[in-house]
């Protein structure tokens, strides 16, 4: 792979970020500033690149995770992680908040919203949903193509949320994006390219920024000090139709999980594709190339023991996350490579004593040939040459691992695919890459 001429030359001659060091020192500094953009340090080639967005997804993983203030805001006299704390992110709006049913409008960002009903009465927490019952949207636990719920090893289904940030937030909600009309109105104006902002250096204004978060239910063989942790309200929204799978009670439960996975994905001046930062428990799962006699563990979704299991398929149907199921047996299909791990021990040096130190850095996608103007997407090559070309999270595209060119997980391929619920606009098919548009729901169809 090769970055464009025109891109090599802007990014040779340019040091976009303020908050980058020009070489991450052996125990990086950590601050609670989202970084505004990528910070580029000549010479400059794919693998120097490739370091360079690392950094940036381990400085806005550090900066989310920061503990927050009551209002959501960093709180800037404390440390991440001492103790253990709410962080940034957990203050976001969640995907359910946002699309709600008859395409209502959401209420505004500082507003909070009522858990559903079976929740109600509870103790308070996240609420994790469960199999949605949505046909033909990527729900919050259903994973790119359905492929299948993750299992661990007491045989419980993992829980999946989607977070916005206000910037993301204010582009969906001003632009009436959260209904199937004001989607028609906003994308059959033609000159409504994108809705979402890729912030700015100049204006030290943060993009917009979506996060998927997966969590595990802690149990008697989990050690939380191991974890982030927070009290969740784990929600299953219930099925009463047969035909599309087994008739499900809705229900609520108050537990405390683990987190096991993030993505983090910012849109930038320098990636209108977005940057796409993934992270996970250190010990979700072994490598493949690891010899299975060395796959010690204890692992979260991989049993040493159990020769028997298919690796990486999905639990037999039908899914029924009320009923324990047999564990996934889960292994990384594409290693963690040697200077993402040199980064992942720096940053985990810096947040040593912390339950931080104990995720890493799987990778980070970007766009290699970016469009010039980031409200405007390439009509050649809107993808915008992703490199890496493949990169999943065990935890959230567990069955999509691999380097099979339309079959494995790429980021940004997989979310080019994504789609309004426009269907009267020659802008039909684009989405600005991602899914959660296609939640949208009909303000004249009423339940």
Known sequence: MKIHPRRLAYWSGTVAGVLALPVVAATPPLSPQIPFDVTVVPPVSLQSLQHDFDVLSWQTFVAVNWPALANGQADTGAQIGKPDAATVWESWKESYQIFLPNGQKPAGWNQPSPPP????????????????????????????????????????????????????????????????????????NVKNQVAFSCGSNQAKQVGSIMIKASWKLLDGDDQPQDFHTVDALVYTPGNSDPDKGPIIPESCTSAKVGLIGLHIVHKTADAPQWVWSTFEHVRNVPEKTTPVNERKGPYLFYDPHADNRPVNEPPPRPWNPAVKSTPSQIVREIPIDAATQQLNAQFQSALAGTVWANYQLVSTQWPTDPADNCQSPSPTNPLGTPAPNFLANTTLETYIQGTTPQASSSC?????????????????SFADFTYLLERAQSTSVKE
């Open 117 to 188: 009903a079976a929740c109600q009465g509870l103790k308070s927490g996240r609420v994790l949903q469960q199999m949605g019952k949505v046909p033909d949207v990527l729900d919050e636990t259903i994973q790119p193509f359905k492929t299948g719920p993750l299992v661990d090893q007491s045989g419980r289904y993992t829980r999946n949320e989607i977070v916005l940030n206000q910037s993301m937030f204010d582009g969906i909600v001003d632009n009436g994006l959260y209904s199937i009309e004001g989607q028609q109105a906003f994308f059959t």
């Open 412 to 428: 940004m391929e997989c979310h080019n695919n994504a789609t309004t619920k426009v269907t009267q606009s020659p802008r039909t």
